[in-house]
């Protein structure tokens, strides 16, 4: 039986390009194990797939001061101990990272212990966490072509982003019972990223009177975000997070507002509907979500509205306008030549498998 591990964590961005794998990985007869960290997002997602969990150590590295910066390298230290042990005793024959300061550990103790690796890039340019994985791995997958200038030529892949198959196999009227919404007015989803974005949330219930004139709402908002004042109100339903419903969800919008992470913003390109972006700034980021934006952008597949700019009357314009162009942009995304990334790093998975 040959043996995968897979490892990403911190945010479901970074979880969710390896559930697209899972699907394509079973069918060729691998098992997969699952290492991340012990309290991170990746272990209560990974938990709703049945496959084997192990958490380690994890640390983050910064690029700012923080008094955390002197004991994180430690627990990194840990987690590659912890890591390499586990490989050891689960013997892969590959090991895939999708990314995230828990992968860092992992990869290295792959390289230790001589086993392949093959990790994945989302955004345009290369986060922290994979430009220190990328010495360790055999290929390096990217999303955007964009990014292979960042990179070793030998070893980068432009490959996309891979998809999870049942994102594009909803049901929209199965959306609208799960949301009690009618057939009658246009629906947009409005998200903030796996944790929710204080700033989206705000804007959007600011405008909820205007835009429940014209559209039904429903509005995944993050953990502890949301409004009790709001509940029974009529053509919006809020929710923390939701899983399985959301094929069904993503079937039945018209309008996605949403971040600016890579796994989300070429699910709206698979999907070709309309999408208002409004990407993480640079104050609470390194702005690879702008440059995300900007790419998709300049494509003519997105319209962007950054969060400087970002207000109640700035955010109801930006959403009647997407939506007024819709039309164009839908167009745009149906010129897209994206590529099936699942089965291309499938393949290279494969490949370094064998080697």
């Known amino acids: 039986m040959k043996k995968l591990v897979l490892t990403g964590g911190g945010s479901a961005g970074h979880v969710t390009g390896n559930l697209a794998l899972l699907p394509k990985l079973a069918q060729a007869g691998w098992e997969i194990e699952y290492i991340g960290s012990h309290d991170g ?24 001061f923080d008094l955390k910066n002197f004991k994180d390298p430690f627990r990194v230290l840990q987690g590659t101990v912890q890591a390499y042990r586990l490989l050891r005793r689960i013997k892969p024959q590959a090991v895939f990272s999708k990314g995230g300061f828990v992968a860092v550990p992992v990869v290295i103790a792959a390289w230790l212990n001589r086993i392949p ?34 990179l070793d030529s030998q070893k980068a892949v432009h490959t996309g982003s891979p998809i999870r198959g049942e994102i594009l196999q909803g049901d929209a009227q199965k959306g609208r019972e799960f949301c009690g919404f009618s057939n009658g007015k246009p629906i947009i989803l409005a998200m903030g990223g796996s944790l929710g974005s204080t700033k989206i949330n705000e804007a959007l219930r600011a405008n909820l009177d205007a835009l ?16 009790p004042q709001l509940e029974g109100r009529a053509g919006y339903r809020q929710f923390e997070y939701v899983n399985s419903e959301l094929p069904d969800l993503f079937a039945m919008t018209d309008l996605f507002i949403s971040r600016a992470g890579a796994n989300a913003i070429f699910e709206f390109l698979a999907l070709k509907k309309a999408h208002l972006l409004i990407p993480l700034s640079r104050a609470a980021s390194r702005g690879d979500q702008i440059l995300n934006a900007r790419s998709f952008e300049k494509q003519g597949y997105s319209r962007v509205l950054f969060e400087e700019d970002l207000t109640s009357d700035t955010l109801l314009t930006a959403v009647n306008e997407t939506y007024g162009q819709q039309t164009q942009f839908v ?17 290279l998975i494969q490949q370094v498998a064998k080697k």
């Open 41 to 64: 997002i990746e272990r209560e997602i990974i938990a709703e797939t049945g496959l084997p969990y192990h958490g380690i150590a994890v640390g983050k590295l910064r690029r700012y």
């Open 212 to 227: 429940l004139q014209h559209f039904q709402i429903v509005h995944l908002c993050g953990k502890g975000n949301l409004d």
């Open 331 to 347: 167009a745009a995304m149906n010129q897209s030549n994206s590529a099936n990334a699942v089965e291309l790093i499938f393949n």
């Open 117 to 150: 690796v093959v990790i994945h890039e989302s955004d345009l340019t290369p986060g922290l966490a994979n430009k220190l994985c990328a010495p360790f791995a055999n290929r390096v997958c990217v999303t955007f072509p964009e990014t292979l200038q960042h």
